[in-house]
C-alpha cells in the first residue's frame, strides 16, 4: 500500500543503511523539519483562501476571484504583499517584548503539531500523555496574545489582550472536561491509542448523547480559544480596531494570523482524533461491503476530511451568529458551559461504569 | 521520532518566523516621518498613559480559573483509571464535584462572576 507510514518508513531503512545512526536522525530531523514548514505554509494559504470562499459563499457573493484560476491564487498575492510591508515597532513600544511576540505565538502553533496524528503511524511523537501535551501547550497562546498587547503601547491592544485573556483562560476548561468525557471511555490520553479504540465506531455515535454534548461543548470552547468569531472579541474589528495585533503590520502580523489559523486546525484535529476517530475510516455496524470500500480511502484523506469539515463548521459559525459582550461571553462560560460539562462527565463516567457504551 | 521533534519543531518555528520577518528586512526601504512611530488610535492622539488600571473583574476571573484549572490537572489521571476502577471512582468524584461546586457557588454568592 501506498501510505505515508510506508514512505517513511522506507525513507528511515534507505537513511539507516546508508549513513550511521547520528546522521540518520540529524537527516530525518531536517525532512521532518522541512514538512513542518512546508505544512505550515500550505495550511496559512489554504485556510486563508478557503475562510475568504467560505464567507462569500455563505453571503451570496463570489469572493476573491482575479488572482489565478477562480483566484485561488489569492493568498499568495497577499503573503508576497505583506512581506514588502514594514513590519515597524511603535515608539513607545516595550521593543523586546513587542518582537517576541509572534515567535511565541508561532512557536506554540508549531509545538501543538507534534502528537497530531495525520495518517495512521504517521506522527511526530506518539507521545503516552499527547491529549494533555496538546491543552497544556496550546494555554501557552495566550502569553504571546499578553505580550504583544502590553507590549504595544496601545489601549486598543491592551483591552483586546486583557479580554482574550479572559476569555481563553475560561473556556480551556469546558474545553478540558469535554476532552476528559471521551478520556474516560478510552481509559488512555495517547493518541495513537484514541484513535485505535474507535475501529469499531467513533466516540460521537458510541457514547450515545453525553458523547454529543461533549463534542458540541468541544467545538464551543475551542471557537472561543481559537478568538473567531462570535467570540472574536479579541480583535473585534468594531469597537477595537484589531485588538492585541492592531500595531503589528507587514510579516509580524502575518506570523500572528498564521499562527491563529494553524490553530484553528489543530484543534479541530484535536476533535477530529478524539471525537470523530482521527484516521479511521467510517464503518458502520457489519455492513461488510460498505466497510471495505470505505477502507480504500486513505488514512489521511479521512484525517484531513474530518478536520477540514470541522473547520467549516467553525467558519460557519462565524456567519451565523451575531459577537457576543464580554460579561454575556463569561456568562456562558461560568454559568452555562462549565456546569453543564462537570455534569455531563459524571454521566460519561456511570456510563463508562455500567458498560453502555458499545 | 520522540522527543527530539519538540526540538525540531521549535527550530523550525524560529526559522520560519525568522525568516520570513529578514526576508521582508531586506526587500522594503524603510521611511520614516515624524507621526510614523506613534500608536493607532483610529487618528485621535492617545490621552495619557497607556498601561492604566483595569477592570478587577479580568483578575477575579483568572483567579477562579486558576482554582478550576488545577482541579482539571487532577482530573487526567483519574479519568485514565476511572473505567478500571469502576464504582470507587464514580463515588469519588461525585464528593470532589460537591466539594468544587460548593466553591463554585460561594464564589458566585459573592459576586465574583459578575461583571462589574
Known amino acids: 500500500m501506498w501510505s505515508f507510514s510506508n514512505i517513511s518508513d522506507n525513507i528511515h531503512d534507505w537513511l539507516s543503511a546508508n ?83 509572534p515567535f511565541v505565538a508561532m512557536i506554540v502553533a508549531m509545538l501543538l503539531l507534534a502528537p497530531i496524528a495525520f495518517a495512521e503511524n504517521f506522527q511526530l511523537w506518539d507521545l503516552n500523555i499527547g491529549v494533555l501535551y496538546i491543552t497544556a501547550v496550546s494555554s501557552i497562546m495566550v502569553i504571546s496574545i499578553l505580550m504583544a498587547g502590553w507590549a504595544s503601547n ?145 488514512s489521511s484523506l479521512w ?42 462527565l459524571l454521566l460519561v463516567t456511570l456510563m463508562a461504569i455500567m458498560g453502555w457504551h458499545f | 521520532m520522540g522527543a527530539a521533534s519538540l526540538i525540531v519543531l521549535i527550530i523550525a518555528a524560529i526559522a520560519f518566523s525568522g525568516i520570513a520577518i529578514l526576508i521582508s528586512k531586506f526587500v522594503l526601504k524603510p521611511t520614516t516621518n515624524k507621526q510614523k512611530g506613534e500608536p493607532y488610535e483610529c487618528g485621535i492622539p492617545t490621552q495619557g498613559k497607556t498601561w492604566i488600571q483595569l477592570n478587577v473583574g479580568y483578575y477575579l476571573f483568572a483567579l477562579i480559573f486558576l482554582i478550576f484549572d488545577v482541579e482539571l490537572v487532577f482530573l487526567y489521571p483519574w479519568a485514565v483509571v476511572a473505567k478500571s476502577a469502576g464504582w470507587i471512582a464514580l463515588i469519588e468524584i461525585v464528593i470532589f464535584f460537591f466539594i468544587l461546586f460548593m466553591g463554585f457557588l460561594y464564589a458566585h454568592k459573592k459576586g465574583a462572576l459578575k461583571w462589574m
Open chain 1, 19 to 101: 549513513f550511521n545512526a547520528t546522521w540518520t536522525l540529524i537527516i530525518e530531523m531536517v525532512i521532518a523539519g522541512t514538512l513542518v514548514i512546508g505544512l505550515f505554509a500550505m495550511l496559512g494559504l489554504i485556510l486563508v483562501i478557503m475562510e475568504r470562499k467560505v464567507s462569500a459563499w455563505m453571503q451570496i457573493r463570489l469572493g476573491p476571484n482575479r488572482v489565478g484560476p477562480k483566484g485561488m491564487l489569492q493568498s499568495m498575492a497577499d503573503t508576497i504583499k505583506l512581506m514588502v510591508k514594514e513590519g515597524m515597532t511603535p515608539n513607545g513600544a516595550d521593543k523586546i517584548m513587542f518582537n517576541l511576540a
Open chain 1, 303 to 344: 484525517f484531513f476530511g474530518k478536520t477540514f469539515f470541522l473547520i467549516f463548521v467553525i467558519m460557519w459559525f462565524r456567519w451565523s451568529f451575531p459577537r457576543l459582550r464580554i460579561d454575556q461571553l463569561l456568562n456562558l462560560e461560568w454559568k452555562y458551559l462549565l456546569p453543564i460539562s462537570m455534569v455531563n
Open chain 1, 154 to 298: 496601545n489601549k486598543y491592544s491592551l483591552l483586546g489582550a486583557m479580554r482574550s485573556g479572559a476569555q481563553i483562560v475560561s473556556y480551556e476548561l469546558s474545553a478540558g472536561l469535554s476532552i476528559l468525557a471521551i478520556i474516560v471511555l478510552t481509559g488512555s490520553l495517547q493518541v495513537s491509542e484514541i484513535i485505535e479504540s474507535q475501529r469499531n465506531g467513533w466516540w460521537l455515535f458510541k457514547g450515545h448523547i453525553p458523547a454529543i454534548i461533549a463534542f458540541v461543548i468541544f467545538i464551543i470552547a475551542v471557537t472561543a480559544e481559537t478568538n473567531r468569531a462570535p467570540f472574536d472579541l479579541a480583535e473585534a474589528e468594531s469597537e477595537l480596531t484589531a485588538g492585541f495585533h492592531t500595531e503589528y503590520s507587514g510579516m509580524k502580523f502575518a506570523l500572528f494570523f498564521l499562527a491563529e489559523y494553524v490553530n484553528v486546525f489543530i484543534v479541530c484535529g484535536l476533535g477530529a482524533t478524539i471525537f470523530l476517530g482521527g484516521w479511521m475510516p467510517l464503518h458502520i455496524g457489519n455492513w461488510t461491503g460498505f466497510n471495505n470500500a470505505m477502507d480504500y480511502i486513505p
